[in-house]
């Protein structure tokens, strides 16, 4: 495949570093968000990409890493000059995932809940799709977002259009994922971020006109179209050859607190989140675990599979 690629023979460890700065870059801070993305990563690369862990980064990883940055920017665009408190919302908070890499067990969803996932396609650029309980409420709703609707996916607004548009419950809470709990958090403090610190020229997230015009010169890509196209090919190869990668742009968002464990509320107090206000639910799931896809012989590379193997897990 690298002589197809018009590049010389990729080594095993250029591939690792590649994939995980990648998504290093998408979900900080890595060491706490690494055990969850990589086990998701392995799900995807063993039932899509047939353990071709080259196909998928150049497929889906690289091409959904500028479609994820594009959501990132525009999210966090209306806060220019805050200081985020978490350096991944909204793709992530600390250690939970927002926007999936695979597919979460359906049987965990209930009504009114929903997760957001980028979904690998054959022969189209990777999607972002919200999945939710269907009708029946034994199978999953799948509905692609248009690429259109990508800079307001992270506000009140955009979720009360899309309930407005569609039959049956109203969706109201977001599914996060950790590597072994899944958290139920209401929209509203999803979208909401945390700040460190709030400077003079914005009280209650109203921006002057001058920084809004900042924000939309530093924080915002000039050209969609050119961010999301589908032929990446010379920048994906430019990514192979880089073993670091950096976040675009540094944002955040709160802590969960209130906890729903085998049906039992609970309080996990800890220094992490003692100065946090959000509250969501989460569960440890007794009959219906998380899929636990640990990577088998020739998933992607050895030393990508030890890393995955010695991550620490974020309790």
Not at 50 to 57: A, E, F, P, T
Request: proline content about 7%; aromatic content about 8%.
């Amino acid at each position: 495949m690298a002589a197809l690629l018009g590049v010389g023979q990729i080594d095993s460890e250029s591939l690792d570093g590649c994939i995980q700065s990648t998504l290093s870059a998408l979900y900080p801070p890595f060491e706490a968000t690494a055990a969850t993305v990589l086990c998701q990563v392995f799900d995807v690369v063993e039932k899509t990409y047939r353990g071709d862990g080259l196909h998928y980064l150049i497929d889906f990883l690289i091409p959904a890493k500028h479609i994820l940055q594009c959501i990132q920017q525009d999210a966090c665009a209306p806060y220019c000059g805050l200081l985020f408190r978490h350096a991944g919302w909204p793709l992530c908070i600390q250690e939970k995932i927002v926007i999936q890499l695979a597919s979460i067990d359906w049987q965990i969803l209930k009504p009114g809940d929903f997760y957001l996932q980028v979904v690998p396609s054959l022969k189209k650029p990777p999607r972002i799709v919200l999945k939710c309980l269907a009708k029946d409420k034994h199978n999953v709703e799948e509905v692609v977002i248009p690429e259109v609707s990508y800079t307001s996916i992270f506000t009140l607004e955009w979720l009360s259009t899309f309930n407005g548009e569609r039959m049956g419950i109203a969706l109201e809470n977001c599914l996060l994922t950790t590597d072994d709990k899944i958290f139920r958090v209401p929209w509203d403090k999803v979208v909401n971020p945390e700040f460190i610190n709030k400077p003079k020229t914005i009280e209650d997230n109203i921006i002057s006109p001058e920084i809004a015009e900042e924000c939309s010169i530093l924080c915002l890509p000039t050209d969609r179209t050119e961010r999301v196209s589908p032929d990446l090919r010379s920048q994906y190869l430019q990514e192979l050859s880089t073993n670091r990668d950096s976040p675009v742009i540094s944002s955040t968002a709160p802590q969960l607190n209130e906890a729903l464990v085998n049906g039992v509320c609970m309080s996990p107090v800890t220094q992490e989140n003692l100065g946090s206000d959000l509250e969501g639910e989460y569960v440890e799931l007794a009959e219906v675990s998380l899929p636990r896809f640990g990577p088998q012989t020739g998933s992607l590379t050895p030393s990508l599979a030890l890393s995955y193997l010695t991550q620490p897990r974020a309790r």
